[in-house]
């Protein structure tokens, strides 16, 4: 865990504290070469606080004073890598962040199912999409792919606007060896827009024809057992 405190003079001392965990099973499979070969290791960085410093410090460069009613400028990255997606937003003061479970091999198993080939033919062709003479069909079969990795960061996306509803996220930077696919993700900042898909089960349209009661006739005993229900949802 980290602990930071605001230096802010004039305001009363307040203290946030990061809580960051990771597998056990998977640092020891990753830190195991490394231990075979007696090298020893004095610091571990989770991925997430990894993009977070190259965000904050080779990108943003404190180049804003913080101002935590203005919310100022904030990055969205999106590292992308074999199995999952680490999405960190940042101004460089603050992160949050979240893990998307796609990845590169998402995009490989699904030319697999669709296209017959094995893994090792689907990722070559994966890399080199858009010189392949059937690029048109290998795009078609990475579609449903592509489309839960934008789902997935644009409702991500939002949800961070719902907490820091006064910061406004200006750029996405791309990170991760899948990144480097550029066929495959050129066109994810484009399709990060405020438009959403139609929800398949019709929430977007749930309001609609709903009966809302005036506030001044809602109950409060009511609303804070709803308050706490939606605290527990979200």
Excluded at 6 to 15: A, S, V
Excluded at 77 to 91: F, H, K, R, W, Y
């Amino acid at each position: 865990y980290g602990a930071t405190e605001d230096e802010d003079e004039d305001l009363p001392m307040q203290t946030e504290v990061g809580l960051f965990a990771i597998k056990r099973d998977q640092l020891f499979r990753a830190i195991r070469p490394l231990i075979d070969a007696d090298v020893e290791i004095d610091i571990i960085q989770l991925a997430p606080m990894a993009v977070y410093n190259a965000i904050a410090y080779d990108q943003l460069q404190g180049d804003q004073p913080y101002d935590d009613e203005k919310g100022g400028r904030w990055v969205a990255a999106l590292s992308i890598g074999t199995e999952a997606a680490d999405l960190v937003i940042t101004n460089g003061y603050r992160v949050w962040q979240r893990n998307i479970p796609i990845g590169g091999n998402h995009f490989t198993k699904q030319l697999t199912q669709d296209l017959k080939l094995t893994f090792a033919k689907a990722e070559l062709v994966k890399r080199n999409a858009r010189q392949s003479e059937d690029a048109k069909q290998l795009f078609k079969a990475m579609r449903p792919v592509f489309n839960d990795l934008v789902t997935e960061t644009q409702r991500s996306i939002g949800y961070f606007g719902s907490l820091e509803r006064a910061a406004s996220v200006d750029r996405l930077v791309l990170m991760g060896n899948a990144a480097k696919a550029r066929t495959l993700v050129a066109a994810l900042p484009g399709l990060l827009t405020d438009r959403r898909a139609p929800c398949v089960h019709g929430c977007d349209r749930a309001l609609e024809y709903a009966i809302l009661t005036a506030p001044e006739a809602r109950d409060p005993a009511l609303l804070a057992k709803l308050d706490a229900v939606a605290g527990r949802v979200l």
